[in-house]
């Protein structure tokens, strides 16, 4: 039996999954780690962890597999020597404390040329800036470096042995040049960074290696790229909206196009020869669960019923999502969260419903940005764990005034790296065929007609809050 297996290098766990050649899911298995912040703004993991879960979760999955795929967390930076041991723990996507060689490399590089070669600009998040930052503070590991991966590609390494990464994947690194799909010399030379500990760089859908049994690896692409390709999003229509621990709204784009401020990331997509852009807000679903664990008690369908009897604006009360600063569009690492507009009446289930309509505002900041770049969105394909509240759905519809629609297999960037893998080992012959033969939509909620215009008046407050606030984040 054909059996893809498609495995994600998530923040909390990995994800194994095994699809059918027709898509259907065989088997799912997850196996959770831990997140370190040693210090405040500061996130790091063991790459040892990602193996050890990966193992596992295959071992669950049991079976012999055509073809594996890989996603994962973007912009981690796992540094290793000469003999590939890992260096110092891996620091991650939601890691701050790189601000001052975000600020280095845009005045080395110039923000326009930055933005011209890269499709972006320096963000703390970003894995170039990472790299700055062990020079300046750990110049013993930064003089041993022999090698530099992202976290899907180090369990690539264990699995293949080889040093290889995807196009969509190295466009987080700020050391690609996403236009011409390779890694960027200028960006080099102007960092000072050595060409040589980069890993090759692959069309996702090509075999990157195999296994010590012959099973042909896919280069895969990162979680978001992985995730469109799950939920049918390989060609520009429809968009890709994540309610996972961060958000994302993504859309294909025919050609190369960056915005000029680089509020979103401009970054080559899955399908070769194609690219996309997408805006990422960094507490979505995280944002709920903070709430859970912080302020009120229950469990998340508790919570939720709690949530369902107040009205689309919570009568004024508005949240901001920005936990743990913000990337989409504030690029504002500073940045930081509040409820305003709290009045007596407001209880659990108006806190509640208040965050779910904070994060899909700040999704819907993310589709204007899109919509300037000449996006025209027909619907949004959703994943992630916030995707299975129908009353999330209800609000994202109404907050985006776009038709959402939810996929029959519902672990996105797991789906999406078991079908770039089903690509590689030549069960589909790209992957416009592999989405049009496994990728089914089963629901679709629509706008709530009632619920618009308060959301538009909702969504002009919320824009209002963060300049209102900003000046406060300095004192």
């Not at 390709?229 to 190369?256: C, E, I, K, N």
Request: aromatic share 6%.
């Amino acid at each position: 039996m054909t059996q893809l297996v498609g495995l994600d290098v998530g923040t909390t766990g990995v994800k194994a999954l095994a699809l059918s050649a027709e898509g259907d899911v065989l088997a799912r298995a997850e196996a959770s780690y831990d997140l370190s912040t040693p210090q405040p703004g500061w996130s790091e993991q063991d790459p040892e962890d990602w193996w050890r879960a990966a193992e596992r979760t295959l071992a669950v999955l049991g079976g012999n597999p055509t073809a594996i795929g890989l996603s994962g967390q973007m912009h981690g930076l796992v540094v290793l020597d000469e003999r590939d041991r890992v260096l110092r723990p891996a620091i991650l996507w939601n890691d701050q404390r790189t601000e001052a060689e975000c600020v280095e490399i845009e005045e080395r590089i110039g923000l326009a040329r930055l933005i011209q070669l890269t499709g972006n600009r320096a963000l703390t998040g970003f894995t170039a800036p990472k790299l700055l930052w062990l020079r300046r503070h750990e110049p013993d590991a930064f003089a041993r470096i022999a090698h530099m991966l992202l976290p899907k590609d180090y369990v690539r390494l264990r699995l293949t042995g080889e040093h290889a990464i995807d196009v969509a994947d190295a466009s987080g690194t700020l050391l690609f040049d996403v236009a011409q799909r390779r890694w960027s010399d200028e960006m080099l030379a102007a960092l000072e960074l050595d060409a040589g500990w980069l890993p090759r760089s692959l069309e996702s859908p090509e075999v990157s290696g195999e296994t010590a049994m012959g099973v042909p690896v896919a280069a895969g692409a990162g979680d978001q790229a992985a995730a469109a390709v799950g939920v049918g999003v390989d060609r520009p229509g429809p968009v890709s909206v994540v309610l996972g621990t961060s958000g994302v709204v993504f859309a294909a784009l025919p050609a190369f196009a960056a915005d000029r401020q680089a509020r979103v990331h401009a970054f080559c997509h899955a399908v070769p020869g194609a690219w996309h852009a997408m805006g990422v807000m960094l507490s979505a679903a995280a944002s709920l669960r903070w709430l859970r664990h912080t302020l009120v008690a229950g469990s998340y369908d508790e919570l939720l019923v709690d949530a369902e009897p107040w009205p689309p604006g919570t009568e004024g009360l508005t949240f901001l999502p920005y936990l743990t600063g913000e990337r989409t569009p504030h690029a504002d690492p500073h940045a930081r969260a509040a409820f305003a507009g709290l009045t007596s009446r407001h209880d659990r289930g108006a806190l509640v419903r208040a965050v779910l309509e904070g994060v899909a505002y700040g999704l819907r900041d993310s589709l204007e940005l899109l919509r300037e770049l000449g996006v025209e969105p027909h619907a949004g394909h959703v994943s992630g764990g916030g995707a299975r509240s129908e009353l999330w759905l209800r609000i994202l519809a109404s907050v985006l005034n776009l038709p959402i629609q939810r996929t029959a297999a519902d672990e996105g960037s797991a789906y999406g790296a078991a079908l770039l893998g089903g690509v590689a080992a030549g069960v589909f012959s790209d992957v416009h065929e592999a989405v049009a033969t496994c990728v089914r939509l089963v629901d679709t909620v629509e706008p709530d007609p009632r619920w618009v215009d308060v959301y538009e008046r909702g969504y002009r407050r919320f824009q209002e809050l963060y300049p209102a606030l900003r000046p406060l984040e300095d004192t």
